[in-house]
């Protein structure tokens, strides 16, 4: 294998992808990318294990983009990237495109809970890059509108995901389609036995990318005091100045990924009269420095860096820590929060998880040993709550200062006006409706179902059971008759929906029709997703259950 690569334009890819990253605002390749890039540009199988989050979608797109050929490329994919659910699918197929600009690609997302037509007409059109879930790409290689025989790579993400939620036998349908002279990339968070039987079915020889978590040193974790916050993404920005207007941080920095994250967010928190200050590799020196000087002087309460940026920086001010984006790695979770609570004074790390990052949070406490509990995002009443304090404290500070000019308004005023309601009219003023809107409060992770439990046998007289707290039943038209089993129900959910299998209730299946739970404000979604799916390859009845 090639050595590894500081910078991207050490992995040997074409300039317009390095472009591409440059306005992207990607500044040097992750580990895993560095690893991966150059054994997959020599059209090697890879086997790669790396935490969700790491960069693994560049490290597969960037050969596949590089290898496209100028010119007419036809009409029929050259390669096809599984991924276990139609959020990650979508994200996939958002981020090739992104990387693929300047290359021309044309990159098409295919999964449930969508109307197929759009798909059908995208494919008969021509595409180069197919993203999708088992079940639907499976749907679309019955209906004969995705050919394989031109394909070039087959890309497996988060193998070990799809095997959970039971697309064992659509894997293995798909990979029987696909010409044997490919290439063939799996990556996985974990690679348990299943993994590697899978590897050995269906690689050749691979490369083994496996990135190791290094060890913290005894003492390094600061007094720190940690908490995360469960926020979806469109969410995020809002959530970040809830947090930040309770907390009232002396000087914060706020980690991202990418450059362009870093502007986006920063003009973003200006809008809402936050002073952030953007820092990133994209900058001159002389703008660095204007940037900590203006934190330093207190002109500025927060950072908003990339963690480049951030190496070597030493703000003693510092009280809190923000991770916008879980970090890519656990090791890097360690050494941000590092910057706080140094020489015994307690500092404040706070991080925001969209729903799919929890398994990356989880392998901060494994490395850790600590536990990382999760808060609610502050509440419009907190919000206002917090202001009200500050305002509070504002007027005592004030009343050490002249207040003169100000005496003469209210003596003026209190000849009509009843003091009492003069201050409480002043506070109001300052604290006008700023026509905040709660933030959609994200559901807690169900445990895994037990999905190959004994199938319940009910006789006719038999009553059904109710569904759990905070769950509601959907009644499926298909049941044992039908070959049916619980891998099949939860595939087909997780598949079609953003729930993941652990947020999947209890299964039950019939000779005829089957039950399943699912979070009650999620019971329209699944219902409508699963109409516009398959089971076993045919169309079922699905409906809300009508004795739940």
């Known amino acids: 294998m090639q050595p590894d690569g500081d910078r991207f334009s050490d992995l040997g890819l074409r300039p317009e992808l390095l472009d591409a990253l440059t306005a992207l605002g990607y500044e040097e390749p992750t580990p895993i990318q560095s690893e991966a890039i150059p054994a997959l540009l020599t059209g090697q199988d890879l086997v790669g294990q790396a935490a969700t989050g790491t960069g693994k979608t ?52 295919v999964y449930g809970g969508q109307p197929i037509t759009p798909q059908l007409r995208a494919l008969s059109k021509g595409v180069d890059v197919v993203v999708g879930t088992p079940g639907r790409v499976v749907d679309h290689l019955e209906r004969g509108s995705l050919k394989l025989d031109a394909l070039e790579t087959v890309v497996l993400d988060e193998a070990d995901e799809m095997l959970d939620m039971g697309f064992a036998d659509e894997l293995d349908a798909i990979l029987s389609q696909v010409p044997a002279q490919r290439q063939t990339v799996l990556f996985s968070a974990t690679l348990p036995p299943k993994i590697a039987r899978m590897a050995k079915k269906h690689l050749n020889d691979p490369v083994r990318v496996q990135i190791e978590r290094e060890a913290v040193a005894a003492g390094e974790a600061p007094k720190v005091t940690q908490t995360a916050h469960l ?30 994250e870093v502007d986006s967010l920063t003009e973003a928190l200006k809008s809402r009269s936050v002073r952030a200050e953007a820092l990133h590799g994209g900058m001159t020196q002389a703008e660095r420095d204007r940037v900590m000087n203006r934190l330093r002087g207190g002109t500025a309460d927060l950072l908003v860096a990339t963690d480049v940026a951030a190496r070597g920086l030493d703000v003693d001010l510092l009280t809190h820590v923000v991770n916008y984006n879980v970090p890519s790695a656990p090791e890097t979770y360690v050494h941000r929060i590092g910057r706080v609570g140094r020489a015994g004074r307690e500092g404040v790390a706070l991080t925001l998880v969209e729903p799919r990052e929890r398994r990356m949070v989880e392998a901060i406490e494994h490395l850790t040993g600590t536990k990382i509990p999760y808060a609610p ?61 709660e933030i959609p409060v994200v559901p807690p992770r169900q445990p895994r179902p037990e999905r190959d439990d004994a199938r319940p046998v009910r006789g006719p007289r038999q009553e059904r059971k109710g569904p759990a707290t905070g769950m509601a039943k959907v009644y499926i038209g298909a049941g044992r008759a039908a070959n049916v089993a619980p891998k099949d129900l939860v595939g087909a959910i997780a598949g079609e929906t953003h729930l993941s299998g652990k947020q999947i209730g209890s299964i039950e299946i019939t000779e005829r029709f089957s039950l399943v739970e699912v979070p009650a404000h999620e019971l329209d979604t699944v219902v409508k997703a699963l109409r516009a799916s398959v089971i076993k390859g045919r169309k079922v009845s699905v409906r809300p259950d009508r004795n739940a």
């Open 231 to 260: 926020v979806n993404r469109e969410n995020k920005a809002v959530a970040l100045s809830r947090l930040l207007a309770v907390h009232q941080p002396t000087a914060a920095i706020v980690f991202c990924r990418t450059r362009a």
């Open 58 to 109: 560049a490290a597969f797109a960037l050969p596949v983009l590089h290898r496209l050929p100028d010119g007419d490329r036809g009409k029929k994919p050259r390669a096809l990237i599984l991924a276990p659910t139609r959020e990650l699918a979508m994200q996939v197929a958002n981020a090739i495109s992104s990387y693929g600009q300047k290359v021309g690609a044309r990159v098409l997302a």
């Open 377 to 437: 995002v502050p509440t419009v009443a907190d919000l206002r709550a917090s202001r009200m304090s500050a305002t509070k404290d504002a007027l005592l500070a004030a009343l050490s200062t002249d207040l003169e000019d100000a005496r003469k308004v209210v003596k003026q005023l209190a000849k009509e006006h009843d003091p009492l309601d003069l201050a409480a009219a002043a506070l109001s003023l300052v604290h006008a409706s700023t026509d905040e809107e």
